[in-house]
Structures are given as structure tokens and as C-alpha cells.
């Protein structure tokens, strides 16, 4: 055979071979873009439901030994479009007139917990260590070689079969029928669909459960890939599929496919032709090892950044968005000075009590987790500053904590600095690349600022980690990235009570600084740009500057908190501290408590750290009980709804974007002040509003 | 004879916000009511209260005599009430013809759209041209034709038209009104939301004076014109008694 050698049949032969991968990012492209097209939303659960579609083919399948076609059916055509179904009725039926960056957070918030929620319900366990199979019988064991250089297996010719076969269809569907143009017009505008005679809400039932029906198909068909059953591989591959999404503009299902596929093959061609360029020239060697990896992200980045056409090809706003009542405002600026100050007194108070308790009764353990909360507490001031005060969405938090964790590893580990002047060297690094990112990211806006930092806290992830004078390269692979505890004066903070003190220190530091930044004329700034950016242009206002400094402030302190986790383990520990989806469940956690305040912030920190044991394994109750043995039988329960619960909790925050902490004090207020009004001696106010939670429900939909 | 569209004693608003409080109007099948009033008085709110975009908050909505408070805009669709709202009207996502076919699909049934299409194509020449254009970068003027394409075709019993000549050339608004008129003479009743009256009065044959949420006058369009010289334009912030604007004050809760 004469194909078989030469340059040509090696670059044919990378094609074939990157044509499995290429259809598996292809398949979640295509969903990506069909949720986005009949839905409207940017879907970051997409992976979260194909893995619950996949793990249930593998239970019914492999587990209980059902045969292929039943195990299909159940998890690709009633479970998946159940799902859609529900998500559609609790979850985005409320969203439809919410913002695109709100409906963004709660699909994080619901990729979070949806799989949290399947593997509680079906006592599912995550597959490590084995290759889940397929849809067709022996899938991975049968090979046909059609070009003679590359055999596909069955498996594989069968998702490049499905996700070509698929295209079609739904191409067919938005051109020919009825539905598929009936859906477009629902992401445009659900009430002027109504209009039409058109039953809005069962249109977005009917996309939802299409939407999700692909996602577990496409989960199911994407599962023999791995070696593993786990939620997080599949976000990671969403996050792939979006670089090839984005390519057709979330729109165009050929180009999604077509995008994918090129994918898949460009990846292939370096892996093969890279290593033969490095041998002679040796200089390219470091990026052999990292640029593989990272060709999705840098194209994501790269798409976004170079190509403007994409950012303003986003939805066009409802024309009829004008019939909802106007969102209710903050709480901090209804409340009355003296109110505002018993409640500053009494939050000081009770701090200072537990922290109290905590220095002198608490055992090595406790202290442990406080002394993490506090910490976790100045790590979401970051996102208090980039998501609450400029109101951008920032999905790189733990990239730059993780810079914060890796700096002080260089340079006190490795370079023998004292670790309190490398921690804050660390954050003015962090504060560079935060200012320098800030300038293309920023400028982005509403989702695509959110997908940008997510691309590059994948990058961050695929590369930066595996060079030596970040990660530590080998060095790292021998010790471990170790941190040693410091010694100021006196003080040695290898005993942990002194490192609490010091991590309370800095919180209040930061939180002052915060507080400063939020009050000056960048705060004024930002929040005039977050009411209307080009009213806040055409007074003069310059958004860059402030955005700027935000970003870059924002990424100091995550870095300066990252430091300080860092040395208080002892070690870095990225995988479990920082990589990208602890960012997601960080802005999951702050955004659904409060990302405007302090107090958002701490209770963010406390939910992070001390929930678990203190809640969930009923210690609490044992404490009220005064003894651990009459602790309810219910307890403990599994951490799990920790991820379940602040990830629903997401919603609350599409749906008051102000956090559940500040919601619940307007709403005291406001009752308050509904009280003040009906008491005697005040007139009688005939028109008395009626007290709506959900002001939508006056309006039919 | 049952009005084809009542509105009962109405009050509407947003969220704490009240709009409407307490209005009645009444529009029999084939007549053209105006709904007149200066700028917030509540003109919009009543036509989307008048077509169930809006559920309204006491009173009653009905429709050829059945009750339609609360219920789904769809269903106001369906009993033959057209609203073309205030600013775009159209999906500016969707291609002229789709914009048509998505209307035209679900009010005259798939066999009979492409006979729909084509007489809508007929009928504006224009919109045939460009029928495969995007409708979002069609201009204000040929928007407004194709929302009025797709009520001539389809002759909805009732259309509630809001503002339909806001910031149109003249000569686009004479295009829209004799739409309109052609419209009335096929049968269609319809209620005209307007601050530019001329035209409006030149249509209707009564009209209605909003003023801050309730209705100060209703009567004859001849007679319209004059109240609304004095009226809406040169005393619109005093009450001058026939309305009951003093407990007409919008409540606003914090
Ligand atoms: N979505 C909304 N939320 C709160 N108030 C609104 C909303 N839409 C209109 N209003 C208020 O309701 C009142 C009546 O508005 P509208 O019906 O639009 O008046 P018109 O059409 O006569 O100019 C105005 O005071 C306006 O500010
Ligand atoms: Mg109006």
C-alpha cells in the first residue's frame, strides 16, 4: 500500500484521526447551538445533562444489565427530555425576560447541581477506571479501515453518523416546519409570539425537551470516549464545543459541525506534524507539550477577541419587554441611617463573639475550617468587586487565586523569600495579568466577558501550570508545590491561632478597601456604567479606567486570598483549590448569597468552608442538643446538597440579582415601611399595592 | 348587540405601580374608536390590558361578550384581537417572510400560507422585494408595513394599533392610515392609540380622552377635536372637573 507512508498519508492520516474527536466536540457544538437557538440561553448545563444522560445508560445498561435499546430509551428519550422539561417549567420559564448574564449564571448554578441531584436520587457513584460503552454492540472492538491508514471503530463511526444525521434534521427542522420558526420567535420575544396566536409557553416546553433530548444523546454517544464517568470531563468538553460553536456564530448548525470537525482535525495535525518541526527547531519544544491542549481555548479567546461580528450578532433585545414592572431596588439605599447602624452593631457583635469562641474553644479542626472561611471570605471580595460593583461576570477568579498560590510557591519555596513579601508580590503579578486581560475581556461585555475568562481559565489550566516557573514543573512532581508558614517578630503563624488572626486581618483590610473602592469615583463610575454604558459615554464617563482598576483589583485580592489558602495548607494544591470549575462554584456560591457586600462575601466563605460539617452533618443540632447522640437520624447528610442547594440558589439571583442576603433585608424593609404606612393616624392609601413576590405574575405569559 | 371588545371598570399597572384606574370602554364590530391623551396618561397600558399582554388588576376584560380577564395573550390572539405595540412590532430576527408565515401558519392553517403570503406580497410590493431581508435592519417605515402587511391580510375582527405613526415620515404615516382604512372598510373594528390626532379623528368615529389613568370624556370624533385642542395640549396637568384625576394620582410604593 503506497498511501501508507509520506508525508501525505500522515497528514491523511491526522485528518481520519482527528475525525472521532472532531465529531464528539461537533456533536456538543451542535447542541450548544440548538439550545442557544430554540431557548435563547446560553446553556453551560449542556455537559451537566449529557453526563446525567450518559450515567444513566451506564447504570441501566451495564449495571442492571438492560440491553441496548430499552437503556436507550430511558436515558435518551424520557429521562433527557424530562429534564429539559423540568428546567423549562421551575428554572427558565421565570428567566424569560432576564438578562442573558443571569440565564449565563444559572446554567453554572444548575451544572453544579443537576448532577449532584441524579447521582443523590440514583445512588449513582461516578465509573472511574472503566471505558462506558457504547450504543451499538461491541463498539469499541470492531474496526473498519475504509482509506487503509486510520481504523475507526464502530463507536466512532457511529457518533460521526449521528451527529451528520442529526444536522440534517434539525436543519431541516428550522427550514421546513412549523415549530422550528416558532421557536426562533419565542427567543425573540415571547409575548409578541402571544400575539401571533401562538402558545409561547409550549413552544419553549417543546425546545427544551428537543434541546435536552440532543444533550443526552449526545452524552451517551460521547461516554466511550473516556476512561471515566464524571460531570466534570463533560464541561470541560462543552467548554471545547463552545470554540467550535462560536465559530457559526451560535447560529449556524453546518458551521457548528463543520467547526467541530476542524477542530478535532487541527488538534490531530499538530499532534502529529508539531514534533517533527520541534526536532529541528529545538526552541519549540515547551510549546509541543502545551500547545495541544490548548488549541480550543486560544481559539475561543482568539474568536471573541479578534472577531467583533460575533459580540454583536447577540440577541436583540424584546420589544416588548416594556410590560414588565421595573426591578425593585437595592435595599442599602432604602434603609434608614439608624437601621443601617443596629445592624452593622449587631453583625460586628456576633462576629466578634463567634471569632471569640472560635480563638478559644475551638479544637485543631475548627479552627482549621474557620480559619478557611475567613480566607474563602477575602477570595470572594474578589468577585464582590468584578461581579457586584462592575457588574461583569468573571470566570478566572480561581486562575488568579491559583497565581496568588503559585507565586508565593516560587518565591518563597523555591527562591527563599519570606512568604509575607511574596504573597503581596504575588497579587501586584496577578493585578498585571488581570489589567492586561481586563483590556480585551472587559471590553466584551454580558456573556461573552463570562466565556472569555472561562477560556482562559481553561488556558490557564491546559498550560500555564505545566511550566516549570509557574507549576513547578518537575520539581513540583517530586515535592509537591509546598508553602512554609511564616514567622514575623514575634509572631509565629505556624500555630494556627495566629494564622487566624492574621487571615481576619487581612479580611478586614480588604473589605476596607473594597468598602473605599465602592464609595470613591471608581465605584461612582462603575455603578453609571452598570445602569446604562452609553449614557454613562455620553457624560463623559470613561468605563475603561474604572473597569480597569476593578479587574485589576479584583485579581489582587483573589491572588492575596489564593496566597494565603496556599500557606495556610501548607501547599498549593491546585486541582482541589483552584482549577476552573472551583471558579465556577465560587461566583455560584457569592452571587447566590449577595455579591454587593461584605456580608455577601463572608457568608460566602462560611458556606464554602463550614457548611458541610456544621449543617449537613448535623452538628449544629447536636450542639442545640447539647449532645452529639441525639443528633437527628437524618443526619448526616450527603455534602452533596451543598452543590445542590447554592447551585439552585443561582436562581434566586437571576431573579434578584441583589443576593438572597440583601433580597430578604428589602423585603423586611419594605413590609416595614408597608406597616408604617397602614397604621393609624396616617392617611389611608386606597390603591395600596398589593405585596407581590413575583410582580411577573401579573402578567400573563 | 354584544360589544366586541369591553373593558369594565378596569385598573392595571406594574408591579406596586397603578396605570389604569377603574377605565370602561366599549368597541362595537366595525367601528374605529381613537384613544387619545398627552404623554404616561396610560394609553399603552389600556391597549395592553385590551389585548391580555397585561392582566389587569380589578375589572374585567371581555371579548365578543366572554370574560378573557387573566387569561393568555394567545388566546386574545385567537378570538381575533390584533395589537400592533408601541415601537417595533415585528421579530427583527426573522426574515420578512418568515415574519409573515409565523402569523399566517397559525391564523389561516398551512394550506392556506403560501395563498396568504402571496397576497401580502401583492399588496406591498415592497416587502416582496426585500421578502428574504432580515426585519431587524428593515427601516422604521417598512417595519411598520409589514406589521400592517400581516393585519391586512389576516383582517383580525378587532386591531389595537398603539402609536402606529410615531416617528414615521408623513408620508409613511398617509401609507399606514390608508392601511388602516381599508382595514375598517373590510369590517375590522379597530382602537386607535394616538398623540398625533389629525389623522386618528379623520379615521375613528369616537373618540376616548385619557387623562392620568382614567377617562375624562368620551363621545363623538367631531366633537373630539376641539376638547382635545384645549384639553390635552394646553391645560393637560390641571383637571378641569369632568374626570376625577384628584384621586387619580398615581400610588407608588417603595
Ligand atoms: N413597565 C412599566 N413599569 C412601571 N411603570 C410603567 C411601565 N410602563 C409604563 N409605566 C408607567 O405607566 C404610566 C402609563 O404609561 P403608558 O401606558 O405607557 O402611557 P402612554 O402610552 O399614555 O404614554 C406611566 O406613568 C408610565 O411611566
Ligand atoms: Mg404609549
Known sequence: MTLATGVGADFLRALLQGTPPGTVYALVALGFVLTYKTSGVFNLAFGAQAYVSAAMYYKAHTEWGWSIIPALVLSVFVLAPAIGLTLERLVFRYLRTGTSVAKLVVTIGISLALPNIFELITNFKGVVGRTPAGIVPNGAGVFYDPFGVYPFSRDELTTIGVAVFAMLCLAALFRFSAIGLQMRAVVESPRMTELNGIRSDRVSAVSWALSSTFAGLAGVLIAPRFNTLAAPDFFNLVVVAIAAAILGRLVSLPRALAGGLGLGMVISLLGTFLPRWVQSNPWLRPFQENLTPAVPFVVLFGVLVLWPAIRRSREVSDPLSGVDPPISSLALATRSARSHLIARVVTVGALGTVAAIVYFRADASWMFLVTQAVIMATIYLSVTMITGLAGQISLCQGTFAAIGGFGVYQLATLHGMSVLVAAPIAAVIAAAVGAVLSLPVLRLGGIWTAVATLAFAFFFDAVAIKFSWVGGGNTSLMQGTRVPRPVLGPWDFADDRAFLVLAVVVFIIVSIVVVQIRGGTIGRTLRAIRGSEVAAQSIGISPARARVVAFAVSAAIAALGGALLSIHQKNVNYGSNFSPVSSLFWLVLVVSLGSRTIEGAALAGAAYSIFDPLILRGTIFGWILRSPDRVPGIFPISPKWRLILFGLGTLQFARHPEGAVEYWRSRTARSLAARQRSAPGTPEAPDAPNESDAPNGAVTS | ?254
Not at chain 2, 377603574?22 to 387619545?36: R, T
Not at chain 2, 415601537?87 to 396568504?116: C, H, I, M, W, Y
Not at chain 2, 422604521?140 to 400592517?148: C, D, E, K
Not at chain 2, 408623513?170 to 382604512?181: G, H, K, Q, T
Request: with cysteine; proline share 3%.
Open chain 2, 1 to 254: 348587540m354584544t360589544a366586541l371588545l369591553e373593558l369594565r371598570n378596569v385598573s392595571a399597572g406594574y408591579g406596586a405601580f397603578r396605570a389604569l384606574f377603574g377605565v370602561s370602554v366599549e368597541v362595537q364590530p366595525g367601528e374605529a374608536v381613537a384613544i387619545l391623551g398627552a404623554n404616561g396618561v396610560g394609553k399603552t397600558t389600556l391597549a395592553r390590558v385590551a389585548t391580555g399582554l397585561l392582566a389587569p388588576t380589578s375589572g374585567a376584560v371581555l371579548v365578543d361578550g366572554a370574560d378573557m380577564s387573566g387569561t393568555a395573550t394567545y388566546r386574545f390572539a385567537r378570538a381575533g384581537v390584533a395589537h400592533a405595540p408601541e415601537g417595533r412590532s415585528v421579530f427583527a430576527t426573522l426574515s420578512v417572510e418568515d415574519n409573515l408565515r409565523l402569523s399566517f401558519r397559525q391564523s389561516k392553517g398551512r394550506a392556506n400560507t403560501p395563498a396568504a403570503l402571496a397576497k401580502a406580497f401583492e399588496l406591498f410590493p415592497m416587502l416582496a422585494a426585500r421578502r428574504h431581508q432580515i426585519a431587524g435592519t428593515l427601516s422604521g417605515g417598512q417595519q411598520r408595513m409589514l406589521a400592517m402587511a400581516r393585519v391586512i391580510v389576516e383582517e383580525p375582527s378587532l386591531l389595537v394599533a398603539d402609536e402606529l405613526s410615531l416617528g414615521l415620515a408623513p408620508i409613511v404615516v398617509d401609507e399606514v392610515y390608508r392601511s388602516l382604512r381599508r382595514l375598517k372598510e373590510n369590517g375590522s373594528a379597530l382602537l386607535i392609540v394616538e398623540q398625533h390626532v389629525g389623522h386618528a379623528l379623520a379615521l375613528c368615529d369616537r373618540a376616548i380622552l385619557l387623562d392620568r389613568g382614567t377617562v375624562s370624556w368620551s363621545g363623538p370624533a367631531r366633537e373630539a377635536a376641539e376638547r382635545v385642542a384645549t384639553h390635552v395640549f394646553e391645560n393637560d396637568s390641571s383637571s378641569d372637573g369632568d374626570g376625577d384625576s384628584g384621586d387619580a394620582t398615581a400610588a407608588t410604593a417603595g
